[in-house]
């Protein structure tokens, strides 16, 4: 890759510095304003990093590296710099704490957009809790307990003990209170036909020549495993057990937009305040759907055990999570591809996600619902470890999104694939309509980055050098579209986002042109990009078999070249001689320690062993004549 991801990650650190002031104070504020989700994506900016990436990380004071100080600098030194954190990250718990209940706030606040002209939303409406907030607060939380875990070990003094204490105290509390907002927001929806969703999801997953009622029959087949999962769940929202079992209705799954309306009170020995009453209709969106498994992703994650960052209570309230995460999982690539919920791919020539754009329940279609499906298709390919042959399918989705998006491609004129970027697809939120209040959308306009991410793991999960090459160098196109989208007009070191100059804006899509305080929305998430893309640069490299075959073939003949050496007495022969054969036997040990792992370095090292050898035979010859 041309992209540096540990340069970007530091320009991003050295930015987020600067713009909190050179006295030190922290600007909490973005561009639209504090709530629950922009605090958090602020922190986050400089917690993701440094609890997912080794070299980052500042939880051990003595051990920070240099540049992460240098990046750093304005917030402290190797000393003062983990204290900071400590209490930015105690004020964002005690922010977002009701201060008489005690309840952790998940408000979306500034973030809720009115779909009604010239309406603004109320005050009870901003205050009304939503997926974004639990999910984001399940990634903060955890980071932050992570920090703690190895920080306390490295001090002493009484009050930072106690410090420690008291934010961990409240750390808990907001994830398990986060991860009880997941359970009563997820929501199945079962639908009869003759319904705008059964039909939508007919021209979906339809076939040419098949009837209707073989249609639904054979989806009924691929969705029994799901169906039946779905009936056993215990706690939170989304029990319909009555309605699943008619066999002629359909349903979908996932996560709506805040707490479900009717959703039942956990259970749970937690101190998670009072649990309000939800209002979001029963209809799972994608885009909630998508952050809502991003979380649980977070709370099952190796770090995470390792850790020991969750309590007894908060793994069972993590197994609830995981059970709806596999079952949303299974569900979407039942429906999105020609994947069985057993993992037995169907000769369909072509997947229903390939079809572009896709529609939702609702009726509306988006190239941002395609991205979005996407993901959660992907979800599915990581865990079942799918073959090249299924990442290729997907690959070609994104490039074609991505040129579709004016990723890879440049804008037209009055180009309504701008509006992906800027002002974003604006979302329903089905049931925040109030008497006193309009109703409620939620903008998303993180299309590039979002694509951006699932490149990424597409290239982590492919085997192919081949495919991995045309995934590294697609990830290359959309980097150099997102930095061309920095502020300040694109200058290394910026914060996000900024509509570039040169776009030729469609009518109404001004939001964003002209910026003067970043989105932390944005800026997270390309953080998050650049941490994936440090981890794939740190894992190991993927392995050809035909370049095995070939490295283990001259790795034999080098071998062999080399006994003869020995056998002839080479060891025996002069300084010069033994010691350049000495060489020689070491790289050849190196070359079969890389062989498994990296054939092709371990090639290349046969290769300089069999040239040396050669070099050393002629030499031989010469001296004998």
Avoid at 59 to 71: F, G, V, Y
Avoid at 216 to 244: K, Y
Avoid at 263 to 289: C, M, N, S
Avoid at 444 to 455: G, W
């Amino acid at each position: 890759m041309r992209l540096q991801p540990r340069r970007e990650m530091l320009e991003i650190w050295r930015a987020v510095a600067r713009h909190n002031g050179a006295e030190g104070e922290w600007v909490w504020e973005g561009r639209f304003g504090r709530n629950s989700i922009s605090d958090a994506e602020q922190l986050l900016c400089i917690m993701y990093p440094a609890s997912l990436v080794k070299s980052f990380q500042l939880d051990r004071p003595a051990n920070t590296e240099k540049a992460m100080l240098n990046a750093l600098g304005r917030m402290g030194d190797r000393s003062d710099l983990p204290r900071r954190l400590l209490d930015l990250l105690t004020e964002y718990m005690q922010t977002y704490t009701d201060k008489e209940s005690g309840a952790p706030d998940f408000s979306g606040g500034s973030y809720f957009r009115s779909a009604e002209s010239g309406v603004k939303p109320t005050d009870e409406q901003l205050r009304l809790h939503v997926v974004d907030s639990y999910s984001i607060s399940v990634t903060l939380t955890l980071a932050t307990l992570g920090f703690l875990r190895i920080f306390r070990d490295q001090i002493t003094r009484a009050d930072l003990k106690a410090k420690v204490e008291e934010l961990e105290a409240l750390a808990s509390r907001r994830l398990s209170a986060a991860m009880v907002g997941l359970l009563r927001s997820f929501t199945v929806n079962v639908y009869g036909d003759d319904s705008l969703p059964w039909k939508t999801l007919m021209r979906t997953v339809g076939r040419r020549g098949q009837s209707s009622e073989r249609l639904v029959a054979d989806l009924q087949d691929r969705l029994q495993e799901v169906r039946s999962g779905l009936r056993d769940l215990s706690i939170g929202s989304g029990q319909v057990v009555d309605d699943l079992s008619d066999p002629s209705l359909l349903f979908e799954c996932g996560w709506t937009w805040g707490t479900l309306a009717g959703a039942p009170e956990i259970k749970t020995t937690e101190e998670v305040g009072r649990q309000g009453e939800g209002q979001a209709e029963d209809r799972p969106l994608l885009y909630f759907t998508t952050n809502a498994l991003a979380g649980i992703v977070d709370l099952t994650s190796e770090r995470t055990r390792v850790l020991r960052l969750l309590n007894e209570e908060q793994q069972r309230l993590a197994q609830a999570l995981q059970l709806r995460y596999d079952l949303t999982r299974s569900y979407w690539a039942t429906v999105a591809s020609s994947e069985t919920t057993t993992g037995v791919r169907l000769a369909e020539d072509r997947w229903p996600l390939e079809d572009i754009p896709w529609r939702t329940s609702d009726g509306e279609e988006s190239d941002y619902f395609s991205l979005l499906v996407t993901s959660l298709v992907t979800h599915d390919l990581s865990r079942r470890g799918a073959p090249d042959s299924d990442l290729r399918r997907v690959f070609s989705v994104l490039q074609e999104l991505s040129s579709r998006g004016r990723v890879t491609r440049r804008p037209l004129t009055n180009d309504v694939a701008i509006e992906l970027h800027t002002p974003g697809v604006p979302l329903r939120l089905g049931g925040s309509k109030t008497p006193a209040g309009p109703q409620l959308n939620w903008v998303v306009s993180d299309f590039a980055v979002m694509l951006l991410k699932r490149v990424a793991t597409l290239a982590g999960l492919a085997r192919s050098p081949e495919l991995r090459s045309q995934l590294t160098a697609l990830i290359d196109q959309v980097w150099d579209h997102l930095a061309e989208r920095r502020m300040d007009d694109g200058r290394p070191g910026s914060l996000w986002d900024q509509a570039p100059a040169t776009w030729d804006m469609p009518e109404g899509a001004t939001e964003g042109t002209k910026a003067d305080r970043p989105s932390w929305y944005h800026t997270e998430r390309v953080m998050e990009c650049l941490v994936m893309l440090s981890d794939l640069i740190l894992k190991k490299p993927t392995r050809s078999d035909l370049l095995a075959q070939q490295a283990r073939d001259r790795i034999t003949e080098a071998e062999q070249l080399v006994d003869r050496q020995l056998f002839a007495g080479a060891m025996e022969a002069g300084p010069a001689v033994r010691g350049r054969l000495q060489e020689l036997r070491s790289k050849l040990q190196r070359a079969q320690s890389a062989l498994a792992e990296m054939p092709a370095t371990a090639d290349s090292l046969a290769s300089e062993v069999l040239r040396g050898l050669d070099e050393l035979e002629a030499a031989q010859e010469n001296a004998a004549e």
